[in-house]
Structure formats: C-alpha cells, structure tokens
C-alpha cells in the first residue's frame, strides 16, 4: 500500500513537466490517486487510471479527450 502511495506521488510530481510541454501532443495515460477523512486520520482511498489523446491545434492551443475509471475503498 505504501509502494502504491509513493509511485502516485512520484507520477503526480512528472506531470507538470509534461504538462508544460509546449510542443506534446499525442496519447498520454494517468494514475489518479488520493484520500479523504477527518483530522482523526483518512477513511477512504481513491484511486484509478485515466488515459487520452491531445491534438496541437495552433502552437499554444491542444485540443483532447479523456476517459478515467475511478473506485474507492471505504
């Protein structure tokens, strides 16, 4: 579960980078995850994959659709 934690933050830390990208277009994929609770501690883990295409549609428009599956565990 840890192992689990610490890659999504690592993914969620490159995308930015990628994100930035002026010249990226084409497929991309995802890791979504997360958690959700009160100060006493987290009551529920989130998590699930996305992937799209993006189209360059002028040097600083991009143009995509995306499809995300997403389940959680209480």
Known sequence: ???IL????????ATPAVASA????GPR??????TSGSTSGFNQF???VNAGYD???TKNVRVGA???YVDSEA
């Open 66 to 68: 995306t499809v995300e």
């Open 1 to 3: 579960m840890k192992k």
């Open 22 to 25: 002026n010249d990226f277009a």
């Open 46 to 48: 989130t998590y699930g």
């Open 55 to 57: 189209l360059a549609v």
């Open 6 to 13: 610490i890659l999504a933050a690592l993914a969620a830390m």
């Open 29 to 34: 994929v995802g890791v979504v995850a997360g």
